[in-house]
């Protein structure tokens, strides 16, 4: 059996962060183990070439949602990083970190560290932001972070303009002071290229002697050893194969492989593990339980001027478009779809906003079979606006259905399972509709194509986001953390209740699920928790 100090599975937004950490000082030997590959493929590298990652198996799990009754009965598609970066190889780029108020709750939750301040000071350390440092921005740590002001669609100033003309007004960071507001959104982007967590951590690291990375290297269980994880079994080339842990077994694998990995290795609802034929090692129901994930859809507009359809779907606009990325690292290629966006309040009652929106300079009605089709747009000049609950109240839960590590669990979402859901997001697509009306926008509308101006009352526009809507690809919670081992599955230190050793950090991990894009608290999680792991070596 090979041995090392620090196990990490899961080369992923925390996984990487992790990995670069532990290894920093050089006095300990760290191994991160992958089931993907490598990310050094032109379409992970090009930001706007994540649309050809939405349904690629080469970097991407594929997993499949079970049928979801407040979906109307619909399979949401789940992609999930398959490849070093893990998500943040293939995800949409935005930079958000989450209100003050999320992260107060975690500490309120009885876990002290996780508290806004001690988040904020992180997020400074690990950042290099391009508009400079103040009092929340961080500049000198090894995250570039593009402010993104610069080659946007003209659209998008109307678009801000038309939300101030609704109530909501202009937000220069919403990662600042305050996240209401509307305005564009802060990108892990550097230069031409996509600033993966793999990139700004990983790639760095792996110069140094002391961290191993394992490609196509999947996790089969933890290895317990009297009531403490004392390695990993799995498989890489057709192999099983063990690895001894000196140290610790750190699960970063996020939100749907860590509590897989976890009942696999015998930890988790004990009359699950046992209808699967798995010893019981510590019987929790909470591992894979209080999955939390944002939900929404798009409402899209036929526009009487032009978007990015007229220059992105024939094939001359590729070509030219294509060319101006790989000669000048400019143009739409360059940058992520989601130029701008916001946060709003669905009623004055909330002592902060519930809600998100993303404005996409193009539209996509008719997609291509099997193809996310970001590279080809509808033939006609449209544009979306897309929103998304930020605290939902409705929750699901990952299980295995087979002892098999390659088998795919079940994941359940219960999408708009409450009534609390459903009344915000009524009330959200209502303010969509507001804005776009607004003087600033309303002069480049032609028609509304979805829902439609025939979907009008409360029935219809519920109907109809149950039938439209899927997840924005943040799902988290499901190994979370808190003090009591009744309602939790990791302590405020990461560590695995009942089980010496074993520590979660990633999104999993979340007390609670953060208002806003899930990439930014991944990594902070992977930072703190290198902090703690650092701290308890001593």
């Known amino acids: 059996m090979d041995e090392t100090d620090y196990i990490i599975v899961g080369a992923g937004s925390a996984g990487c962060v992790l990995a670069n950490r532990l290894s920093e000082n050089g006095r300990h030997q760290v191994t991160l183990l992958e089931a993907g590959g490598s ?121 801000i303009a038309a939300c101030a003309e609704a109530g909501l007004p202009y937000n220069p960071d919403f990662n600042g002071a305050a996240q209401e507001g509307a305005g564009t959104y802060q990108m892990t982007i550097k230069g031409r290229r996509r600033n993966s967590a793999a990139r700004a951590f990983l790639h760095p690291a792996m110069r ?64 699950l593990l046992q209808q699967m034929g798995l010893p019981v090692l510590r019987d929790n ?34 070509a030219l478009m294509g060319l101006w990325y790989l000669a000048l690292g400019g143009g739409p290629l360059a940058k992520s779809i989601n130029h701008g966006g916001g946060f709003f309040r669905t009623h004055d009652g909330h002592d902060r906003p519930n809600m998100q929106l993303y404005f996409q300079a193009f539209s996509t ?92 009352s409360d029935a219809d526009l519920i109907e109809d986001f149950r039938n439209r809507s899927g997840t924005v690809y943040h799902p988290s919670c499901t190994c979370r953390m808190g003090p009591d081992p009744e309602s939790s599955v990791i302590d405020a230190r990461l560590r695995v209740h009942g089980i010496d050793g074993l520590r979660v950090a990633d999104a999993s991990s979340f007390p609670n699920l953060i208002a806003g894009n899930t990439n930014a608290p991944a990594i902070m999680v992977g930072w703190k928790g290198a902090e703690l792991i650092l701290q308890d070596a001593r």
Not at 144 to 152: E, H, M, P, T, V
Not at 214 to 219: E, N, Y
Not at 293 to 302: A, C, E, F, S, V
Request: proline fraction near 7%; hydrophobic fraction near 35%.
């Open 39 to 159: 990310d050094r493929r032109f379409f992970v590298q090009m930001p706007l070439g994540y649309g050809k990652l939405f349904y690629n198996p080469a970097v991407n799990w594929l997993y499949a949602a079970e049928p979801d009754p407040g979906l109307n009965g619909q399979r949401d598609h789940i992609p999930r990083g398959r490849v070093l970066g893990g998500s943040s190889s293939i995800n949409a780029m935005v930079w958000i970190r989450g209100q003050k108020q999320d992260f107060d709750d975690w500490e309120a939750a009885g876990n002290p560290g996780w508290g806004w301040d001690q988040v904020l000071a992180a997020y400074k350390a690990l950042e290099h932001n391009e508009a400079g440092a103040d009092a929340y921005r961080g500049q000198g740590g090894p995250l570039y972070i593009s402010q993104n002001r610069r080659g946007l669609h003209w659209l998008v100033e109307d678009y």
């Open 208 to 271: 140094r002697r002391n961290l191993r990375v394992l490609t196509h290297a999947q996790a089969l269980r933890v290895i317990v050893e009297n009531g403490r994880a004392t390695g990993v079994e799995y498989r890489q080339g057709g192999e099983t194969r063990r690895l001894r842990a000196r140290a610790e077994v750190i699960l970063a694998g996020g939100a749907i492989n860590s509590p897989q990995l976890l009942q696999l290795s015998g930890i988790g609802p004990g009359a």
């Open 285 to 318: 129901p909470n591992v894979g339980d209080h999955l939390s994930d944002h939900h929404g859809l798009n409402y899209t507009w036929k526009m009487k001027v032009s978007t990015y359809n007229s220059i992105l779907r024939p094939w001359w606009g590729k």
């Open 365 to 456: 009605l008719l997609p291509r079979a099997g193809e996310r089709p970001l590279l080809t747009p509808d033939p006609f000049q449209g544009l979306s606006v897309g929103l998304s609950n930020c605290r939902p109240t409705s929750r699901g839960h990952v299980r295995i259905t087979s002892p098999d590590p390659f088998a795919h669990p079940a994941i359940t979402a219960n999408a708009y399972s409450t009534a609390e859901d459903v009344t915000e997001m009524l009330a959200a697509v209502k303010f969509l509709r507001r804005i776009m009306a607004q003087p600033a926008m309303a002069r480049w509308v032609e028609e509304e194509l979805r829902p439609g101006p025939q979907v009008q």
